[in-house]
């Protein structure tokens, strides 16, 4: 396979590699079992991090209290301003602040959330350094911050992506060749996240 069309370890800010990456966050969240509970220890997906960070328009302030989140206000304002939330979302959204109704659960919630984020997108990143490890939201954050850059990049360079995405196509089929060698690509694919 040429340079051009190596796929890079973590997520280096290449907006070729965002939606993929992005779908290997959201798969590992959601696969995720964090373990919560003093008296009696429960289970439950971060599925809620990813979802607060690509359906909420906006998120509280870098030093709101949990009070601060108002979920139920905050998709309303979301779909006010045109962005519809699909009811499974706003589910794991709600059972997710139902589960975690306290801010120390919700922010180590967060924490972990981050650490398994990290484990797929560049350190060198940003918006990796700019994260502060005081805000209650620090994962949703993380995530809201690369996915409004990648729009705002996407928005600005359309046509060079989709040269540049036909240019990929073109690469993986003249490499692929048959069946047998796009299943090795995708078994190395799988095996490296």
């Known amino acids: 396979m040429s340079k051009q069309a190596q796929i890079p370890s973590q997520y280096d800010g290449n907006p070729k590699f965002f939606v993929m990456y992005f779908k290997i966050i959201e798969a590992k969240l959601g696969?995720?079992?964090?373990?919560y509970g003093v008296k009696v220890k429960k289970h439950m997906s971060l599925s809620f991090v990813y979802e607060m960070a690509t359906k909420l328009?906006?998120?509280?302030?870098?030093?709101?209290?949990?009070?601060?989140l108002d979920l139920e206000n905050r998709m309303r304002l979301t779909e006010s301003k045109g962005f519809k939330i699909s009811?499974?979302?706003?589910?794991?959204?709600?059972?997710?602040?139902?589960?975690?109704n306290s801010e120390r659960?919700?922010?180590?919630?967060?924490?972990?959330?981050?650490?398994?984020?990290?484990?797929?997108?560049?350190?060198?990143?940003?918006?990796?350094?700019?994260?502060?490890?005081?805000?209650?939201?620090?994962?949703?954050r993380l995530l809201w911050k690369l996915l409004q850059k990648h729009r705002s990049y996407a928005s600005e360079n359309i046509a060079s992506i989709n040269e540049d995405l036909q240019?990929?196509?073109?690469?993986?089929?003249?490499?692929?060749?048959?069946?047998?060698?796009?299943k090795k690509y995708m078994a190395e694919v799988t095996r490296r996240h």
């Not at 009811?87 to 975690?100: F, N, V």
């Open 31 to 35: 696969s995720y079992r964090f373990k």
């Open 57 to 68: 328009a906006d998120l509280p302030d870098e030093d709101a209290s949990y009070a601060d």
């Open 87 to 100: 009811d499974r979302s706003k589910s794991i959204m709600r059972d997710a602040c139902t589960e975690l």
């Open 105 to 140: 659960k919700f922010i180590s919630a967060q924490k972990k959330a981050f650490d398994v984020i990290l484990a797929h997108i560049s350190p060198d990143l940003l918006e990796i350094e700019q994260a502060k490890f005081t805000d209650l939201f620090v994962a949703s």
């Open 167 to 182: 240019n990929f196509i073109a690469k993986f089929r003249d490499f692929a060749g048959s069946v047998e060698d796009v």
